[in-house]
């Protein structure tokens, strides 16, 4: 039944002549639109970078046993999840308003340089800034949740053979919580490559934003959007592939290691 009905579906939208695939198929590698994908793709690398580096060092943060920076980490988070992002952005798209000039120094003392923020604060930095620490507030979560899923005897261990704190982080803690981590960050990924589209809201000429300057003029809105859905629906389907060989790779890994330390303790066990 819920074959049938999705077939149907299918069928009306492809056979009706309101939908105008005629127009879809001349704008679909229109350069304008190129263009705003080429724009949405690096902006998607660059906001989960940032999203990520700042989300692993909040997650360290947030575990660490000061409580100023762990407080520090839970404010971020709370701060950044509980506010609308495309507040986040429009906020700082006017961050010149606020502060004209960007001065570089010492508090209460002498600055160095000044900057004028219209000139640096361009649409496409406060893309990437919106974005990125809003990410970063999420990517903060994911990352914790697969530091506390390593067990604590592997630290335990490591610092009972002498090895200090960031080579027991990055030799033994983060290896072991990449399975935990990468499924969510995939998930994270293809969300970062929609949620773009919010950037439209400050005249970043992404992918949705492309196809809506064309639709301004020759008012084929539907069809337009149709093309930013396939563009949309092209690459999700590509990091879809991406993710799951990603998981593929990191849970071979992790039942190889189960593996190994069974068949260490059955020797063990024997002898």
């Known amino acids: 039944m819920i074959g049938l009905i999705v077939f149907a579906c299918a069928t009306s939208m492809v056979t009706n002549p309101r939908f105008k695939w005629d127009v879809v198929w001349q704008y679909i590698f229109d350069p304008s639109i190129l263009q705003g994908l080429y724009a949405t793709i690096w902006l998607t690398i660059a906001a989960m970078l940032i999203g990520t580096s700042l989300g692993t060092v909040l997650a360290i943060m947030r575990i660490s046993k000061n409580p100023l920076l762990s407080?520090?980490?839970s404010a971020y988070a709370w701060l950044f999840r509980g506010s609308p992002l495309l507040v986040q952005l429009i906020f700082w798209y006017n961050l010149s308003a606020l502060y004209p000039t960007i001065d570089i120094g010492f508090p209460f003392g002498p600055t160095f340089a000044s900057l004028d923020a219209n000139q640096y604060i361009t649409i496409y930095?406060?893309?990437?800034l919106g974005l990125g620490l809003n990410e970063g507030a999420y990517m903060s979560e994911i990352v914790r949740s697969?530091?506390?899923a390593v067990p604590q005897g592997q630290r335990e261990a490591a610092e009972a053979l002498g090895m200090t704190g960031p080579r027991i982080l990055?030799?033994?803690i983060l290896p072991q919580a990449m399975r935990v981590i990468v499924p969510p960050t995939g998930n994270?990924?293809?969300g970062m490559l929609k949620t773009t589209s919010l950037v439209s809201?400050?005249?970043?000429q992404e992918l949705l934003y492309s196809a809506q300057l064309i639709y301004s003029t020759n008012f084929q809105t539907i069809p337009l959007l149709i093309?930013?859905?396939v563009w949309y629906l092209v690459l999700t389907t590509i990091l879809s592939f991406v993710q799951f060989f990603l998981e593929r790779h990191f849970g071979r890994s992790e039942l190889r290691g189960t593996i190994k330390?069974?068949?260490t303790a059955e020797e063990n066990s024997n002898a």
Do not use: C, D, K, T
Not at 125 to 128: R, T
Not at 201 to 204: D, E, L, P, S
């Open 71 to 73: 407080r520090f980490a």
């Open 125 to 128: 930095v406060a893309a990437v």
């Open 146 to 148: 697969g530091l506390n």
């Open 170 to 172: 990055f030799r033994i």
């Open 188 to 190: 994270q990924l293809i």
């Open 201 to 204: 809201v400050i005249a970043m």
């Open 227 to 229: 093309v930013a859905s």
């Open 261 to 263: 330390a069974s068949s």
